[in-house]
Every structure is written in C-alpha cells, then in structure tokens.
C-alpha cells in the first residue's frame, strides 16, 4: 500500500521534473522562432515583448534573396546523397569486416577506418583545397559530397560492422542449409535484418552532413553553399540581422524535424541493434 | 618643440577645414568613364571574380556593378562576406596558390604579411601603363596620402584603399544635452570625470552604461582601439634594435587607462573583456549605451530605421588626447590583385574603376570615400548638418590619421593575439598592466626572433 | 519484439568461431568486400594524408610559399610554447565537463522518462540534437547577450543580477558547456534509452521480489548493463568534440582573452592567422595521436565488458 503511494507521488514528481527538462529543451526553440517572427528592433528590447504581431518579413526577405532556397537546396543534396552514397559503399566493407576471420584484418582495419573519422579536417583543408581547384570541383555539390563520404564512411562502417556482428548464428546457419549464395546471404539476409541499424547510421551521416559547416565554408561560394554557410552570411558588418538568422535558423530545422518524424519508430530500435559492440 | 609643430599641424588643419567649407558652392566635378582615353572593352570576354566583404562600401558598389560589366564586358562574381570568415577565404586561396579570386579585400594591417609572402601583385606598372590606366579618371594622387602610404613597400604598390574610416568617438547627442555635457578631450578625463558623472546622470533615468570601447581580444580587435592610446602616450612597439617595448611605463600608463574606460565600476558594461566590435555598435544602435569608441564609417548603420533606435540622434567627435599627443587610428580596406590571377588586366580595369572619382561619387554620403575631394559634395553637407561632429572628426582622420597606430610588421597576426590577450587580462582584471605586458613583450620578442 | 533483440545481444561469440569449414571458403569473399571500401576511401583521402604527414614535419617558409623539411624541430617547438599546454588544458576541462554534462542529464533523462509516462514523446526531447549548431549558437547567443539577452531577464526574478556569460572570463566555458549540453544531451539519452530496453522486466521483478531496494536495483543491475551502451555514447561524442570547434568558433572566437582557446582553436589560428602551416599540422598530429589513444582504451574497456 505504502509502496503504491510512493510511487504515485514520484511519478507525479517525475513527471514535473520531466516537463521542466522538456521545457528548457524547447524553450529555445520556441526563442528562434519567435525572433524570426519580429523586425530586429523590435526582438531585441528588454523586458521582451512575450505577445507581439507576427510578421513574415524576415522569411520573405530570406526567400527572396535567392540564396537561401538555393542553400537549402544544396543543403538538401548534400545531406541525403552522400548519407546514401556512404551506406552503399560502407555495407559491403562492413560485412567484409564483421565476417572475416582474419582476425588481424578484422580488428585493426575497423579501427584505422574509424580513426579516419578523428582526424581533425583543418589540417586537410588546403590540400583537399587544391586538390579539387585543379579538378575545377570547386563551389560545385561534387566537392562537398565527395568530402562527406570520406566523412561520413568511417563511421558507417564502424556502426553497421556492429550491427552486423549481431546478427544471430542461427539464421545464417540456416541461410546456408537453404542454399543461399554468399551475395544472397548478405544482400536478402543481413541488410533486412540490421533494417533498423542502417536507418540510425544513415540518420548519423545525415545530421552531420546537415550541419557541417568547415568544408562547406571553405569550398562553396555563392553556387553550391549550404545552409550553415548561408546562416553566416547574415552574420556580417556588425550587424548581427537577428531577424534573418533567426527565420535562417528556423527553416533549417525544419527539414531535420521532418526527417526525424519520418524515422521515429527506427530511432530507439535501431540504438538497441548492435549497440553493444 | 615637439608640442609647437604639433600645435601648428592643427591650427592649419582647421583653417584647411574653415576653408573648405567655403568651398561647398558648387558640386563635385569628376570625369566619367565613358570620357577616359583607354579601351575599356581590351578585356571583353573574361571572368573575374572577387573576394570581398560585407560592408558598407561593397554593398553600394553592388547595385553598380552591371555599369561596370557593359562598360567593359568582362563578367564579375562579386561575393560578399562576413569579414573573419572572407580572411579564412583569402588565406586559403593566396596559401594554395590557386587563384581562385583575382580580387582580394585587403585590410591595412595584414598588408606587410602579403607582402612578404608575394600574394600581391605591384601595381606600380599597372598604374604606369597608358593602355590601362588614364591618369586623370584614376586620380590615384586625390587618394589621401596616408591611406596610400600604408599600401606601399618599398615603391611596390600592394593595393588601392576604397575606403577608409577614423576610430573616434560617437556619443548620443540628446543623452549627453540633457546631462549639460561634453565628450572630453583628454583621454586621462574619460574614465575619472566623464563616464561616472554621466553614469551617474543617467542612473536613475536611462540606466544604461556610460562608454564602451572594444575589450574582445583579437589583432586588430581591441588591439586597435588600445594601441591609440599606447600612441597617446608617447609609446612605441619596437626600439631600433627590433626588442619589444611596448612594456614601457608609458605603455602601462596607456593600458591601465584604456582598462578603466572598461571598468563596470565607473560605467562601462559588464563582460568587458569579452565585447567585440560586432556587439559594441549593436548597443550603441539599439541605444543601450551613451557612448562608444568605435569606427567612423558606420553612419548607415546608425541611421537605418528598421534596426537601429538612435536615427539622427548622434554625433561624433575627434578623438581625445594623451599626455603626449593625439593620434586617431587610420583604417582602410583595399582592392589588392592575387598575383596568382590569371586575368590581371581584366581585374585591374575593375580595380581603377571601383576606386575611381566618378564611381566614388556615386555613393554619396554612406560611405566615407577616401578623397577628400568628394567630401565637398552636396550629400555630405547634407550630412554635417545632422552629425557636424563626425564629418569634422572623419576629415581630421584622413589629414592627419596614422595608419601605423599598430606596427605594421608581417608578424602582426600573432603581435595582436599576444598583445590583444593582455589588454583583456586588464581589463578583467585578471593581470595589472605591467605584469600582462611583460608577458606580451616577452611572446612577441619570440615571434619577430628577437632575442637578448 | 523486444525479447528477440535481447537473445540477439546474449549470444556468445564462440559459437561463430567454431564452425571453420564455413569461414574458410568465404575469406577471399570477405576481403573483396573489404576491398571495394578501400577501394573507394583511398583516393581522396590517400593525397591529403600524406601532405599532413609532410607538414607536420615541415617549417612553412611565408616567403616562397612552400614547405621545407625540418624534422622533428616543430615538436620542439611545440613543447616549449605555453599556448599549447594551455589549450591543452582547456581542451581536456571543457571536454571533459562537457561529456559529463551532456551523460549526466541524458541518463538522467533517459531512466526519468522510463519512469513516467513521459516516454511518448520522447522525440521532443531529442529535438535540440537536430540543430545545425550554428543556429543553436544564433539562438543561444541571443539569449545570452548580457544586455538584452533572456536568460538575464529571467535570472531577475531568482534575485541574480545579469551576468556576462560568453563575454566573460569565468563564465565563457560555462556557458560553452550549457549550450552543448542543451544541444547533445539527446544523444546519450537515446542511447541509454536503448540501453534500458535492453534489460528484461524479468530481472526486476526477480530483484524485487526478492526483496532488493531501487538504489540497490540501479547500482547492481541497471548501471553494469548499461556501461557498453555509455562507452559507445562517450566513444561518439568524444570523436566528435575532438574534431569539431563549431560552437566554440561561432560563439566566442577563443574566448575573451584565452579563455576558450581549445587545441583545435589553437590550430585554426595558427594555421590560417600566423600561416604557420607546418606548425599547425604537427599540433593536429599529436591531438590525432591523443585521439586515437584515448579511444583505444575507451575501445578495450568495451570489449572486455562483454557480458
């Protein structure tokens, strides 16, 4: 009885609790747009006008501009292609490395892949720099997908190498009494099966590709920029366009959130799938 | 001796001023394009493409640019950007040799890097060359000599200024009215006289801080605005021997006054150390602040009605003085050409153009151009009816601005991040000026390869 | 659904080894697998490589533009320079803060959200970890700012007087360290959320009837099964901290003096400001090395929790 009451009132608790954190996760969410939705002046005053007039002007201004839909885009492409380009490349190496039994290859070459990822990219800007002036890839979608998938394979295959790894016995055992080839096994056993796990690993690559901003800066002008570069654009002469950051910042989000809705369900799943390695 | 030249200098200097007035009779004659004696088409057909910034002056050359692609036919990109992130572009471009951008926006201070590094292309011969350059539609002499003079090593003519602007200054002219006060002429005043009894005018009405300055560390940040005043005082960066001195009582005399102008306790904003440029001008414009030490080229900004609170609501002055003398920091931004460019005449037609008179007069008054010729023109009278002071201060600069407040030696980046990081010590108070300056000296005796 | 993923996580390895005659016909299989990754990488990460390799042991020349050889003298250098020790230091303290953050409050959040119904929408709260940083430092710079800035306003009502966050020397890293946190505690929350599914209801009502405590629940069985889950989430999120300097770059450019000068700052300045190229790409080399050791040991402390 007692045990019951107690756990009513720390659930009641936790619940509160729980709202709280929600609330300072949401918060600035709410603070972007609401500074989007006002003319600079007029969102920087203190104590700030918590109900106002929403205005579009900012988004009006920033479609307008031409640069921004292009930025998003490029944004888009940049995301989505090399996140899909990655997990095509990256399944095949990393089945290779979970299955192999040259355990030497097996341990060390996952770990040099991944140690790829640690490389600070500063240090291959210039030469990645001149690398793609002399291909004439500068400020052209190619440089940046190209750079991503150097990127974004690393980790892809480190991920789904666990994923993979988990892949119960069994089910191969009996792949194979059923007379699957080697290419059948991988490709209508495995890939099903780690469904979920490609899903988070390409969701990996997609949120970084979205919000990366080093190369994107330094290889894009004004043709094939994306959306962090665009953001600071309107960061400049010392007028910090609140406005227009902040309407930049919201319709940069937005994609991201449709894409988390869509892949919801696989988000927990996929975390649990081979997480363990 | 020293104090009567420096007297007679501005007793000239403000009979030139008087002078001048008399002279805004009539408009500013200039020659257009179409009259100069070269071929503007020779280049017809190319490309170039410039790296520039997102200020005042690039933003009105925009809009003129299609004049310049039918003048000549040559085509431009015209890429505008945040000034740190365009010097990482640069950087990057010069260091990897590929000539991406054949035009580069060059500040003053980074000049003597590039110099030494060979990025700029001379264009003494450019300037020199008939087929090129008309000399009477360039008017390369109506530039301001000291603005011209900091582009120039050893007769290689690095880049041409486009603009230029003073540091001085800005005050909120009906908060000060109200208070029955004056910006003071000293330097020594700001701090002990000016910002508290002001603080303590406004502290039941505006509640806002009295005077900001920049404090963000960075060469050419904070460094710029203190290195005015370590002038002020008579200091010097480097004896004849290349030994860093800038530790000198002058030095730390000069250091500690700049940190008191800082101080929260006699009325400056708090996070001091911390404020750059970028968030200095933003109080000043949302008007929470009384007043600000700041470049002079920022009238647009201050007078734009759909961001900025104070329209028409201020003034600026000429810098104070130190004990010693009065320096006011002299900047410019510059075209400069990459030497690894591979349509050179194509970009210097566009250099000699942008920099022309007649282009120059088309902006108005937005933009502070650096000839004083066109200062005489109908829109800058219109102006210094509004702000007399700032018209008066921006003119004093360019006669009698020094460009090299800080040194200009090619090692400057790391100066400034050594030099930069002890004013916000000070500031902080984390250090006292001595102790952050001796360490300063001691860093930057490494860099420049002094030793004892 | 969930009882088959735990059967898929208890299956010991040994079971794949035994069966050698399958895996010997498949080994060249495997390798052109392997290959055709390699295959791919190697172009165009093969070139800049091997140019980092050779600046880091090469003295930049400003004049001519090109780098000479100077042995190992950059490492010298970088022994003796006390901005580097000091990155390092502030390097180590805000990463080291932060991770504990962003891990704190998303095992926080994660076991809290179990715990009430609030688990529905959980992928609200995940909602900050899909900002594009830059628009999480616009906002929070906004917010921050100390003289129009919200947070101040708000403090106001607790009785604190407005602070200077970014533009101050005590606060910078702290207010660094809220805003990651804000953003990336998400990660270790689904992480751990995974985790916790992980362990069958069985194991507590076993616990429980047997008469054991929530603490002594927690401590015995939650934390042991949940340790591979928070290495990988640490593995993760050190990598990226390590490798990115976004919100550092955006939000303070180093700090007010030096007081967010991390190591990667460190190399941006040195390599893009003072052009001391080679200089930069041999402090990269040791925070690589740095890199790659810490994960390592981060690695093995995962494998040998292999339950």
């Known amino acids: ?277 | 001796m020293l104090e009567k030249s420096r007297r007679m200098w501005f007793l000239i200097g403000i009979i030139l001023l008087v002078m001048s007035f008399g002279f805004c009779v009539s408009a500013v004659e200039v020659m257009q394009p179409e009259d100069a004696s070269i071929d503007w088409q020779q280049c017809a057909g190319q490309e170039i493409n410039i790296l520039d910034i997102a200020h005042s002056t690039s933003m009105i050359l925009e809009p003129m640019i299609p004049q310049f692609e039918k003048l000549t036919g040559i085509k431009v990109n015209h890429l505008m950007m945040d000034e740190n992130k365009m010097r990482v572009k640069r950087t990057e471009d010069l260091l990897a040799g590929a000539g991406r951008y054949d035009i580069h926006q060059i500040g003053l201070t980074i000049v003597p890097q590039y110099y030494k590094a060979k990025w700029l292309e001379d264009l003494t011969p450019f300037i020199g060359d008939a087929s090129l350059t008309d000399p009477e539609f360039f008017d390369y002499e109506g530039i301001g000599k000291p603005l011209r003079d900091g582009q120039i090593f050893n007769d290689y003519i690095c880049a041409i200024p486009n603009m230029f602007c003073g540091v001085y200054p800005h005050y909120r002219t009906d908060i000060l009215a109200e208070a029955g006060m004056w910006f003071p002429q000293e330097w020594e005043d700001v701090p002990s006289l000016y910002m508290p009894k002001l603080k303590t005018f406004m502290s039941n009405t505006y509640k806002i801080p009295a005077f900001v300055t920049r404090g963000k560390k960075g060469a050419g940040a904070n460094t710029a605005y203190a290195s005015m005043l370590h002038r002020d005082w008579g200091g010097e960066w480097f004896d004849e021997k290349g030994k860093p001195i800038f530790n000198s009582p002058e030095g730390v005399a000069a250091l500690e006054c700049y940190a008191d102008c800082m101080d929260p306790a006699n009325g400056a904003p708090i996070g001091g150390e911390g404020l750059g440029m970028y968030e200095i001008r933003q109080m000043f414009y949302l008007g929470q602040v009384a007043s600000i030490l700041t470049s002079g080229d920022l009238v647009g900004m201050f007078d734009d009605p759909t961001t900025s609170n104070i329209v028409g609501k201020w003034d600026a002055t000429i810098a104070p003085r130190g004990p010693v003398k009065r320096t006011c920091l002299l900047w410019t931004w510059a075209y400069g050409m990459s030497s690894h460019s591979k349509k050179k005449d194509a970009a210097w037609l566009f250099i000699q153009w942008a920099t022309s008179p007649a282009t120059m007069l088309q902006w108005g008054a937005q933009v502070p151009p650096p000839r004083l010729s066109l200062w005489e023109s109908e829109e800058f009278r219109k102006i210094r009816e509004i702000h007399p002071g700032w018209v008066d201060a921006e003119r004093w600069a360019l006669l009698f601005g020094m460009p090299d407040c800080q040194p200009l030696i090619p090692e400057f980046p790391e100066w400034g991040e050594y030099y930069g990081i002890a004013i916000a010590n000070v500031i902080a108070g984390r250090q006292t000026a001595q102790e952050a300056l001796d360490l300063a000296c001691k860093q930057v005796a490494k860099v420049v390869g002094y030793s004892e | 659904m969930e009882n088959t993923q735990i059967s898929l996580r208890v299956l010991p390895c040994e079971h794949r080894e035994k069966d050698v005659s399958m895996t010997k016909i498949k080994r060249e299989t495997y390798l052109w697998y392997i290959l055709s990754g390699v295959i791919i990488l190697a172009p165009v990460v093969g070139y800049p490589l091997v140019e980092f390799f050779r600046l880091s042991f090469s003295k930049w020349v400003l004049e001519e533009s090109t780098a000479y050889f100077n042995s190992g003298r950059n490492f010298l250098e970088i022994f003796r320079d006390p901005l580097v020790w000091n990155s390092l230091k502030l390097t180590a303290i805000f990463t080291g803060l932060a991770l504990l953050c962003e891990h704190v409050l998303g095992f926080g959040l994660a076991l809290l959200l179990k715990r009430t119904s609030l688990s529905k929408i959980l992928p609200l709260y995940a909602i900050p970890m899909f900002f594009p940083p830059l628009a999480a430092v616009v906002v929070w710079l906004n917010m921050f700012n100390p003289q129009f800035g919200v947070v101040n306003y708000l403090l106001t009502f607790f009785g604190i007087s407005p602070q200077a966050w970014v533009f101050s020397f005590k606060l910078a890293i702290p207010s660094l360290i809220i805003v990651d946190a804000w953003q990336w505690a998400p990660f270790p929350m689904l992480i751990f959320t995974a985790g916790l599914t992980t362990i069958p209801q069985r194991v507590y009502e076993a616990a429980r009837i047997n008469g054991a405590s929530s603490w002594y629940i927690f401590r015995r069985i939650t934390l042991p099964l949940i340790k591979p889950f928070l290495l990988i989430s640490i593995l993760y999120r050190l990598i990226y901290l390590l490798t990115t300097f976004d919100l550092i770059a955006a939000m303070t450019e180093g700090g007010p003096g030096d007081a967010t000068l991390t190591i990667y700052y460190l190399i941006w300045r040195n390599t893009f400001q003072f052009v001391k190229v080679g200089y930069g790409a041999s402090i990269s080399l040791l925070v690589l090395i740095a890199t790659i050791v810490i994960c390592t040991v981060l690695i093995n402390a995962t494998k040998s929790k292999e339950a």
């Open chain 1, 1 to 277: 009885m007692q045990r019951n009451s107690y756990k009513k009132i720390s659930t009641i608790l936790f619940t509160v609790l729980g709202v709280i954190l929600l609330l300072f996760a949401l918060f600035p969410v709410y603070w972007l747009v609401q500074l989007s939705l006002k003319i600079p002046r007029e969102a920087l005053v203190m104590p700030p006008k918590w109900f106002f007039i929403p205005i579009v002007d900012n988004y009006v201004a920033l479609v307008r501009s031409g640069n921004f839909t292009r930025a998003l885009l490029n944004s888009l492409i940049v995301m989505a292609v090399p996140s899909f380009l990655s997990l095509v490349a990256s399944l095949p190496m990393a089945y290779g490395l979970s299955k192999t039994s040259a355990r030497v290859v097996r341990d060390n070459l996952s770990f040099w892949v991944l140690s790829l990822r640690m490389l600070p990219p500063i240090v291959v800007l210039i030469p990645f720099y001149v690398m793609f002036t002399r291909a004439g890839l500068m400020d052209t979608v190619w440089a940046l997908i190209i750079i991503y998938l150097t990127v974004d394979m690393p980790i892809a295959v480190w991920l789904l190498k666990g994923f993979f790894d988990d892949v119960p016995y069994e089910t191969i055992a009996a792949a194979k009494i059923d007379g699957y080839s080697e290419w059948e096994i991988f490709y209508k056993i495995h890939v099903p099966i780690i469904k979920s796990g490609i899903v988070v690993t390409g969701m990996m690559c997609a949120i970084f590709n979205w919000a990366e901003f080093l190369f994107a800066m330094t290889l894009t002008d004004h043709k094939a920029l994306t959306i962090p570069v665009a953001i600071f654009q309107y960061m400049s002469f010392g007028r910090i366009n609140w406005g227009l950051l902040a309407s930049a910042g919201v319709l940069g989000i937005v994609p991201m959130l449709i894409f988390m809705i869509v892949i919801r369900k696989h988000l927990v799943r996929g975390m649990t799938l081979g997480v363990a390695k």
